[in-house]
């Protein structure tokens, strides 16, 4: 069964080139993990790879559109699934419309399971990078998971 789950919207902190850059590059995926996460986390250009609650979980670049869109997509994970991340010029050149927008096919008992739980993450994730383009740690992030010296101002404009 075809869902589409879209993230609320929210107006971030940084140009749209800088979060396009950011998202571009699956390696950067891997940098922004903290420290106990990124055992058995591989990833280059194009894709990356994990082991996450026992299920191995890959997701790949399928479309970049310079400036205002990264397409992802499974590249083996328990369900199929593609998600875009959309980065719309605001009223502020040195801000971001940015919303996500996820399209999986879920059985009905995956949606049912799992469907306020994707919506929530994909929302979790809109308002910690909102945070972080603020120069604030995202809200239920111990910093002390972070390599030392990590200060998320430095996402700042």
Known sequence: M????????????????????????????????????????????????????????????????????????????????????????????YKTDFQIILDADLNFMMKTLLGSRLQDALDKVVDGLVAMSEGRMPEGVDPSMYPEGFDPSGFRS
């Open 2 to 93: 075809a869902v589409q789950i879209k993230s609320k919207r929210a107006v971030v902190s940084k140009a749209p080139y800088e979060l396009y850059m950011a998202f571009v590059d699956m390696r950067n995926f891997v940098r922004m993990l903290p420290e106990d996460k990124k055992a058995g986390v591989e990833a280059d250009y194009d894709s990356i790879h994990a082991t996450v609650q026992g299920f191995n979980i890959g997701v790949k670049v399928v479309d970049r559109t310079p400036y205002s869109k990264v397409e992802f997509a499974d590249d083996g994970a328990p369900f199929a699934f593609r998600m875009a991340m959309h980065f719309d010029a605001a009223s502020d050149p």
